[in-house]
């Protein structure tokens, strides 16, 4: 059985910067699209940004300019940088991978811009 396991997330000052990794338990081969999704509480889990195993990418137009997502695809692993954070952004953050017949998501790891 294979997991994505997220890591980086923290309370960080607005402004600030923050960098989240995902990296799944095992290797897996040709994932199609790995990406992010947030969730604040009391509302509906949203896209954040997704890549393709081309690179190519997409972004929520709330963070364009300010968050950047790539991965590594020998060690099954993307990640978010996240700068000019603001007090909006904070939510839950998901890793999601997506290949044939399947669509896996994370735990979760939970960044808090606050002051």
């Known amino acids: 059985q294979v997991q994505l396991v997220e890591s980086g997330g923290g309370l960080v000052q607005p402004g600030g910067s923050l960098r989240l990794s995902c990296a799944a338990s095992r290797n897996i081969y040709n994932i199609y699209t790995m990406g992010w999704y947030h969730q604040a509480a009391g509302k509906q889990r949203e896209l954040v940004a997704t890549?393709?195993?081309?690179?190519?990418?997409n972004y929520a137009d709330s963070v364009k300019g300010r968050f950047t997502i790539s991965r590594d695809n020998a060690k099954s692993t993307v990640y978010l940088q996240m700068n000019s954070l603001k007090p909006e952004d904070t939510a839950v953050y998901y890793c999601?991978?997506?290949?044939?017949?399947?669509?896996?998501w994370g735990k979760g790891t939970l960044v808090t811009v606050s002051s």
């Open positions: 999601n991978a997506y290949w044939v017949g399947i669509n896996l």
């Open positions: 890549i393709t195993s081309a690179g190519i990418t």
